[in-house]
């Protein structure tokens, strides 16, 4: 149990395009997402939570109109990066939160972007 | 938001030694402490978690330890295998801000056969 997926594993995506990157959870159904961005051999950053039904709330320094966030089901959270630039290349990864109030959180398999 | 730091950043071990990483955090507040690994594009995998109302445990060849005065947490691997080679991330998250993780930079592992 505990599955969460990615979409799409990989995307290239020329300058000044947007891409839309989708988490869902797939065994349980998750109130709560957050959203990470990891660099190479660098650590995972946290850019957002994303709460099912309400807005999300970013971490400091990340751009909200620019990393749009929607978790519209408790099953499925989408990010989307808008006007992408190269230096927004990265490996984006969600995880979930398991319900019942615990502090359990599952990674999703992560997506490369690469913007040209 | 919560800051956590990790050492060493790189390790490497002969087989059947053992690893320690070593984690610190500055918020007194954070209450709970995973460990995840990461082989190389792919995802984190939790290997051990530990709360604030417990000082250590243990699954098999991993124990994780928590001195909640001193404010720091520290991964134990014994009797270390070469598929035991990953980058290793602590993390640490607190109820009150929502459970966001705040990892630490990662210690690179690797095993030598």
């Known amino acids: 149990g505990a599955v969460v997926s990615q979409h799409p594993s990989r995307v290239i995506c020329k300058s000044g395009t947007s891409v839309k990157i989708e988490c869902r959870s797939l065994d349980f159904q998750a109130t709560t997402m957050f959203w990470y961005r990891q660099f190479p051999k660098q650590s995972l950053m946290l850019m957002a939570t994303?709460?099912?039904?309400?807005?999300?709330?970013?971490e400091q320094g990340v751009e909200k109109d620019k990393f749009l966030i929607n978790h519209a089901s408790l099953t499925l959270s989408t990010l989307t990066v808008t006007s992408a630039h190269p230096e927004d290349s990265s490996f984006y990864i969600c995880?979930?939160?398991?319900?019942?109030?615990?502090?359990?959180?599952?990674f999703g398999p992560g997506t490369r972007l690469t913007v040209t | 938001g919560e800051n956590v730091e990790q050492h060493p950043s790189t390790l490497s071990v002969q087989e059947g030694d053992s690893a320690v990483i070593k984690c610190t955090y500055s918020?007194?507040?954070?209450?709970?402490f995973p460990w995840y690994k990461q082989e190389l594009g792919k995802r984190p995998q939790l290997i051990i978690d530990?709360?604030?109302?417990?000082g250590e445990k243990k699954d098999q060849r991993i124990a994780v330890t928590l001195n909640k005065t001193a404010k720091h947490f520290s991964l134990h691997i014994t009797e270390t295998q070469p598929e035991d080679s990953a980058v290793y991330f602590c993390?640490?998250?607190?109820?009150?801000?929502?459970?966001?993780?705040?990892f630490g930079t990662g210690t690179s592992l690797t095993v030598i056969p």
């Open positions: 530990i709360r604030s109302n417990v």
């Open positions: 918020d007194s507040a954070s209450n709970y």
């Open positions: 993390a640490a998250s607190m109820r009150r801000s929502g459970n966001q993780f705040y």
């Open positions: 995880s979930a939160r398991y319900p019942g109030g615990g502090y359990e959180q599952y």
């Open positions: 994303s709460n099912e039904g309400s807005k999300a709330t970013y």
